[in-house]
């Protein structure tokens, strides 16, 4: 079991739709980050987060330490959303991340 | 004035074939990282350095080197290339705080053993 766990793998949406995707993670940490991968392949950084909850035009990411769980959320969903999602975590006392295995969002027009 | 560059992007060799992947970073972070994305696009770290030296050395083939000449360039030399070494290469680089940092990614170079 890995230590990071998405869900959903995949999701299908319309657009417009409300989305969630979130992530579960058994060990302690220091900060955890969203990234979002598009179909290209370029990465790139969505949040960093340690506590609460943040927002980025229509994206909000929010943790909470204690239940070991954060979700990220779209708003008005649109089809230039459609990408992976992948969270990581950064072990406390560590130096590196360990991912999850990405959320596969599709946004249909 | 790219952040974080790789080259080569796309990558074809043969097996047993030794190649080098090159990444730099102009954002002025103390810390570059090696990943490997395989097929199934699942990220797993490989190496990282900070400041020139290795913190992170996860259990890769040692036919897999990192060099990092100064804190801007961390290179990848692998030796006698595998089938299973095909995947996505991605560097990224990230100031290291004393609580969180935030990393950046280059584009990835695409390596196909053939």
């Known amino acids: 079991k890995n230590e990071v766990e998405q869900s959903p793998q995949n999701l299908t949406a319309q657009e417009g739709e409300f989305i969630t995707i979130n992530c579960s993670y058994s060990?302690?940490?220091?900060?955890l980050h969203w990234l979002q991968q598009h179909p290209g392949g370029g990465i790139v950084s969505l949040f960093m987060?340690?506590?609460g909850k943040k927002k980025h035009g229509r994206l909000i990411a929010t943790i909470n330490i204690q239940e070991k769980h954060s979700s990220l959320h779209i708003t008005a969903s649109h089809p230039r959303d459609s990408a992976v999602y992948i969270c990581a975590v950064r072990g406390r006392g560590t130096y590196k991340y360990i991912f999850g295995t990405g959320t596969r969002l599709k946004v249909l027009a | 004035d790219t952040a974080v560059s790789q080259t080569p992007k796309y990558l074809v060799t043969q097996m047993g074939n030794d190649k080098s992947i090159k990444c730099e970073q102009n954002?002025?972070?103390?810390?570059m990282y090696w990943y490997k994305q395989d097929s199934k696009k699942f990220l797993k770290i490989m190496f990282s350095?900070?400041?020139?030296?290795?913190?992170i050395n996860e259990t890769v083939p040692n036919r897999f080197s990192p060099k990092s000449p100064d804190k801007a360039h961390l290179n990848l030399h692998i030796n006698s290339l595998e089938l299973g070494d095909s995947a996505v290469y991605f560097c990224?680089?990230?100031?290291?705080?004393?609580?969180?940092?935030?990393?950046?990614f280059g584009p990835g170079t695409r390596l196909t053993v053939t």
């Open positions: 954002l002025g972070h103390d810390t």
């Open positions: 350095y900070n400041n020139k030296e290795l913190i």
């Open positions: 060990v302690g940490i220091s900060a």
């Open positions: 987060l340690s506590s």
């Open positions: 990224a680089s990230s100031r290291m705080t004393t609580v969180t940092y935030e990393q950046y």
